[in-house]
């Protein structure tokens, strides 16, 4: 594919290219055809001088008062010509000498317009009228060479054609320095793309023009996406790694006690690290592969992740109820708002007696609320529960790390989360705003 520089330059010049010939030819036509009406009218003119010194005779001749007549017309060649002529009888000019002037017989009022070629091979421009004067018919032809008529049509012709050339080189050397100009902002963003390759830079600069303005804005978003998931992957890890370190530990504090190692005992740290893998791959396989900023659907996406908590929590059997308005859209990675969900929702379930409610709703961005009829927690307590690593109740399992990465993940879009007790179903009450991000 041809790149945009030379796309715009071969355009810009094809149109300049169009435009320059359609003005040679208009100019050229128009200039002809104003010099022609001028000889044109000028040897009309001669014909009606002509038939003012015409007469006829008593005997029917025409007579021609010579005398009067232009001394052009005496001198051979001289480029100026006339014929009389009529069925019976001819008379020329001497400057014809004896060259036979090939003029078109025309009826009596009427004029013809026409070139012919003169004596000596000059190029004439003739004009021919028909009259009756006298009860007696003729025509009269006035022609004149226009030879210096062709002459300066070519001489402007390349007058112009040169200033043209010039114009046109001027033109297409000033066209191409607006065209790198004007993609300067575009190889800027390619060398900042460079950078930030290399790690040299954070962000690109979205000082731009506003045509490619919202694509590094985009891409300066989706870099921060990746950096945030990133960060979010590697505390994950780390997390997964502390919690399994930890397990271990016992289960070597246990093998070293010299109280005897149960069965039970170790089928317990077993089963915890068990529970620990289990969380963190159905997280993975409910996550599946995802491209940051598509529209996400997210009737499908809570219809899965629903799914999926009630084959977590089949025991308990919650009946998880939700509600979301046609308008709600959200813009942005669908793995994150998964795991947004997923963490609140996994934090509800677990804490609930029966119920849990999802509403997600749109009003100058997206609103999110997850209400249970669990226990809730302490007015002092909710401040706390977005801190990484707190448990408001030590003696169930868990990392306290749920709400924290929800915390984290809304920060991200420039939003918040709220903690508060349910007025309808009496638990915890999750109130999540986003600034869903527009694609």
Known sequence: MRSIHSRLSLGLSGILALLLIGQWLWLTVTIDRLIEEQVIGRLQEETENLIAKLSVDPDGQLQLQQEQLSS??????????????????????????????????TAIGQQQVYQLSGPQSQ????????????????????????????????QFQWVFSLISTAAVI??????????????????????????????????????????????????????????????????????????????????????ESDLGLSREQVYGQTREIQRVIDVELKRARVSGDSLPGKVVSLSALVDELMHTLQLIYRDKAPLLRWHITPDAVFHGDREDMLELLGNV???????????????????????????????????????????????????????????????????????????????????????????????
């Open 72 to 105: 052009t017309y005496q001198r051979a060649f001289s480029g100026l010509y006339f014929s009389i002529e009529t069925d019976d009888d001819a008379m020329y000019s001497r400057s014809l000498w004896d060259f036979s002037l090939a003029s078109r017989e």
């Open 123 to 154: 190029p004439l421009m003739v004009v021919s009228v028909g009259y009756l004067k006298q009860k007696r018919k003729f025509t009269v032809t006035v022609a004149e060479d226009i030879t210096w008529l062709l002459r300066e049509k070519q």
């Open 170 to 255: 001027l033109l297409l050397l000033l066209q191409a320095g607006i065209v790198r100009q004007a993609l300067k902002p575009l190889n800027k963003a390619r060398q900042q793309l460079e950078l930030l390759g290399q790690g040299k830079i954070d962000a690109l600069d979205a000082e731009a023009p506003r045509e490619i303005q919202p694509l590094l804005s985009e891409l300066n978003r989706l870099t921060q996406s990746m950096v945030v998931k990133t960060r979010r992957t590697r505390q994950a890890l780390g997390n997964l790694a502390h919690r399994l370190k930890t397990q271990l530990s016992l289960l070597n504090q246990l093998a």
């Open 345 to 439: 929702l996994d934090n509800a379930c677990k804490w609930c007696h029966r119920q849990v409610y999802l509403e997600i709703t749109m009003s100058k961005g997206l609103h999110i609320s997850v209400e249970d009829d669990g226990p809730g927690c302490e007015a002092e307590v909710l401040a706390q529960l977005c801190q990484r690593g707190f448990r408001a109740d030590e003696s169930q399992p868990g990392s306290g790390l749920g709400l924290a990465i929800a915390y984290d993940i809304a920060a991200s879009y420039d939003g918040n989360i709220e903690f508060a007790q349910s007025e309808n179903l009496g638990g915890l009450q999750v109130t999540i705003s986003l600034q869903s991000v527009d694609g």
